[in-house]
């Protein structure tokens, strides 16, 4: 008995390791003409075990790319596409640099803070500052809610935002002048949840009790 521990390697398993062993065979082909035909029905039968390779682009191109890589780049057949060198493997990916930018309130995001930041000095004229401010004094009210959505209070909103301005935004009405919470509930689709949350958990006390008294 033989057992996968004592055969060779196999470099991509998710193909099985009958394709494997038909590489190895094509590359004992000494004819190239041959070896060639061999390459392309490996190909074939690679696109049949993994269809969904094909949602990728260009998918024929990776599986040329994975047929070398199984041989471990010693197959020696025309390819219709660039043959990958086997150092392009062995190469570490750039290190990227972390965002060090620091966020006051993170529910409310970064693009919110950049925001308000830029709206400091480049917003001049006095209508467009008291629509923007409204404009963002709900939208972080959503925001918030869709952290924490229970409950916040008008005067907090207008208090961060002030904030996050660095005192150019204020809402002086923050009750009247920012929407209803219950409103922007049913906007985000969390009153209804909670709504049926609450359906099901009277079901389950009269369930309760239904079975208590019998």
């Known amino acids: 008995m033989e057992y996968n521990t004592t055969r060779a390697k196999m470099l991509l398993p998710e193909y099985g390791r009958n394709v494997q ?3 190895s065979h094509a590359m004992e082909i000494a004819d190239r003409e041959e070896r060639n035909r061999a390459a392309q029905a490996i190909i074939e039968v690679m696109g049949q075990l993994n269809p969904h390779l094909r949602d990728v682009d260009d998918y024929r191109h990776k599986l040329w790319a994975h047929l070398f890589i199984m041989s471990d780049f010693k197959l020696e057949v025309d390819s219709p596409y660039e043959i990958p060198k ?6 570490k990916p750039e290190l990227m640099d972390y965002p060090k930018s620091k966020i006051r309130f993170g529910h409310y995001g970064q693009y919110s803070q950049k925001i308000l930041e830029a709206a400091v000095e480049g917003v001049t004229d006095e209508k467009e500052k008291e629509y923007l401010t409204k404009a963002m004094g709900n939208f972080m009210k959503k925001q918030f809610l869709r952290h924490n959505n229970t409950a916040v209070e008008n005067h907090v909103i207008a208090e961060q935002l002030s904030e996050l301005s660095k005192g150019t935004m204020k809402l002086e009405n923050p009750d009247e002048d920012l929407t209803s919470t219950n409103q922007l509930l049913k906007t985000l689709g969390i009153q209804q949840n909670h709504n049926n949350n609450r359906r099901q958990n009277n079901r389950k006390k009269q369930q309760s009790k ?5």
């Not at 086997?86 to 190469?91: A, F, G, I, R, V």
């Not at 239904?210 to 019998?214: A, E, N, P």
């Open 210 to 214: 239904k079975k208590y008294k019998k």
């Open 21 to 23: 062993n038909m590489i």
């Open 86 to 91: 086997k150092e392009s493997l062995d190469e």
